[in-house]
């Protein structure tokens, strides 16, 4: 992976890093290793070796696939080569991480690793002709010792072109890269109605996009550009537009007959902390701010006009109860506030009814809770399980205590529920009333005494509410 400029040295680096560590491609990450490094932290990591020892730039990492015949392994022993080759080969002197795709009819694995030493601060540096020397001896001894088919190391010197071919066929792993490209392509053309989201998509998966005479794709990891129009005819430009308007993922479900099933899907969201000046640019900030270059941003001024906010909402919400009740005079602000005094009345004895009566159903409920408590044991010993047998002999107990009280275990559950349900709505149910009473109790306080007022007063005198307008409401 080499250098993306000093925005970011290790924008390569860190997308392979994240491709082969795609949990679907992974069987939720069960197929993944690390070595000096942890998978999660591998980048962060690495970047630190190499500030360590001060080579943040030029060739950041190396990325190997190696891909094993179709139907002749499994993951799990994939994973032992690989995790074999790395002990060999790298000799556990670099920070890798390594991981099984078994996503495709060939099963391969991946293997990205930093270009800075954590032993001794050393850069990798690849020589030609060291594929023949070492690595693929090392793999070819490997596959032998499994009892898997090896790669025949021949003399390229007679036939200059076939060698490159070779080469560069066992460098780029192009017939696992074409396998893993036309996959991640049906999944961008199935999931977007428009060519243009389509290049979208496949850039967020770590794609590099060349649009030309052809369209050409660069996976992360891959050396070189790959022409879609070489991997099928349904991959050319012209195709995929095609193919766009036409698929979609309902058609793709019906045609494969998949029943598909909500589940819930982990996100996993990376956070990079914000860098800490070094104690030189803090030094040169305070001599910039002393000079006068850096204005101290003023602190904000909104605590002064705290009160009146305040002061704006409750007159909001005044304005919006005169409004939904109706009120044009004091005559009718008394009448409305009385209404609203019986009405909390009401939800009051509405809600007492409703305590009476769940407070009947008691015994029943702490019996359910205490069965609720050993419902897993149950279950487990139902399963075959004998070490819970005790538990499974006080839920028979209190399953008997159920049944003479005449209910089951699941109608207490559904009835506690119920009540749970009326208890919550006859809650909200006072708040609200209680709420437009104290607001109109506000309103009442604020009101001037002019000749409304003093008629009012009489009203409240004659029907005794007096002393409810006053007293604030428990």
């Known amino acids: 992976m080499k250098d993306s400029g000093s925005g970011f040295h290790g924008r390569?680096?860190?997308?392979?890093?994240?491709?082969?560590?795609?949990?679907?491609?992974?069987?939720?990450?069960?197929?993944?290793?690390?070595?000096?490094?942890?998978?999660?932290?591998?980048?962060?990591?690495?970047?630190?070796?190499?500030?360590?020892?001060?080579?943040?730039?030029?060739?950041?990492?190396?990325?190997?696939?190696?891909?094993?015949?179709?139907?002749?392994?499994?993951?799990?022993?994939?994973?032992?080569?690989?995790?074999?080759?790395?002990?060999?080969?790298?000799?556990?002197?670099?920070?890798?991480?390594?991981?099984?795709?078994?996503?495709?009819?060939?099963?391969?694995?991946?293997?990205?690793?930093?270009?800075?030493s954590c032993i001794d601060g050393r850069k990798y540096h690849y020589k030609k002709g060291d594929w023949e020397k070492e690595i693929q001896p090392i793999t070819n001894r490997l596959c032998e010792e499994y009892g898997l088919s090896i790669l025949e190391i021949g003399d390229e010197k007679s036939d200059p072109d076939r060698g490159y071919q070779n080469w560069s066929v066992n460098r780029d792993g192009a017939f696992v890269w074409s396998d893993m490209i036309k996959r991640d392509l049906d999944?961008?053309?199935?999931?977007?109605?428009?060519?243009?989201?389509?290049?979208?998509?496949?850039?967020?998966?770590?794609?590099?996009?060349?649009?030309?005479?052809?369209?050409?794709?660069?996976?992360?990891?891959?050396?070189?550009?790959?022409?879609?129009?070489?991997?099928?005819?349904?991959?050319?430009?012209?195709?995929?537009?095609?193919?766009?308007?036409?698929?979609?993922?309902?058609?793709?479900?019906?045609?494969?007959?998949?029943?598909?099933?909500?589940?819930?899907?982990r996100c996993r969201v990376k956070?990079?902390?914000?860098?800490?000046?070094?104690?030189?640019?803090?030094?040169?900030?305070?001599?910039?701010?002393?000079?006068?270059?850096?204005?101290?941003?003023?602190?904000?001024?909104?605590?002064?006009?705290?009160?009146?906010?305040?002061?704006?909402?409750?007159?909001?919400?005044?304005?919006?109860?005169?409004?939904?009740?109706?009120?044009?005079?004091?005559?009718?602000?008394?009448?409305?506030?009385?209404?609203?005094?019986?009405?909390?009345?009401?939800v009051s004895s509405e809600k007492s009814k409703i305590y009476r009566s769940q407070k009947k159903f008691e015994t029943l409920f702490q019996i359910a809770e205490d069965m609720t408590a050993l419902k897993e044991c149950e279950n487990t010993y139902q399963n075959g399980d004998n070490f819970f047998e005790e538990e499974h002999k006080q839920w028979i107990g209190l399953e008997q205590q159920l049944k003479s009280l005449g209910y089951t275990y699941e109608e207490t559950v559904e009835l506690k529920n119920y009540y749970r349900k009326l208890c919550s709505e006859i809650s909200q149910k006072e708040k609200a009333v209680v709420k437009e009473l104290n607001i109109g109790k506000s309103i009442?306080?604020?009101?001037?005494?002019?000749?409304?007022?003093?008629?009012?007063?009489?009203?409240?005198e004659k029907e005794k509410i007096k002393e409810t307008v006053k007293q604030p409401v428990r």
């Open 187 to 265: 999944a961008c053309i199935l999931q977007n109605n428009t060519f243009d989201d389509f290049l979208v998509m496949l850039k967020d998966k770590g794609y590099e996009i060349k649009q030309g005479k052809y369209l050409a794709v660069r996976p992360p990891g891959m050396s070189r550009f790959k022409r879609c129009k070489s991997i099928g005819d349904e991959y050319s430009e012209e195709r995929i537009r095609q193919r766009i308007l036409e698929e979609d993922m309902s058609s793709y479900l019906k045609n494969q007959q998949i029943e598909v099933k909500p589940q819930i899907v």
């Open 12 to 116: 390569h680096l860190r997308r392979s890093i994240n491709y082969i560590l795609n949990p679907d491609k992974t069987q939720d990450g069960r197929l993944i290793g690390g070595v000096n490094c942890q998978p999660d932290m591998a980048f962060e990591q690495m970047k630190e070796t190499k500030r360590k020892f001060g080579k943040v730039d030029q060739r950041q990492g190396y990325h190997i696939v190696l891909s094993f015949k179709e139907g002749e392994i499994t993951p799990d022993t994939a994973f032992e080569i690989t995790e074999k080759f790395i002990e060999q080969y790298l000799r556990n002197k670099y920070e890798v991480v390594f991981s099984v795709h078994d996503n495709t009819d060939h099963i391969h694995s991946h293997i990205v690793f930093n270009s800075v």
């Open 444 to 460: 009442w306080k604020d009101t001037e005494k002019d000749e409304d007022t003093k008629v009012l007063e009489d009203i409240i």
């Open 271 to 346: 956070r990079y902390r914000r860098g800490k000046m070094s104690g030189m640019q803090k030094r040169y900030y305070a001599k910039l701010y002393r000079i006068g270059m850096l204005k101290k941003k003023p602190y904000s001024q909104v605590y002064q006009y705290k009160d009146d906010i305040r002061k704006m909402h409750k007159l909001q919400q005044q304005y919006l109860f005169l409004a939904r009740h109706d009120v044009k005079s004091s005559v009718e602000l008394a009448a409305t506030i009385m209404n609203l005094t019986d009405k909390r009345k009401e």
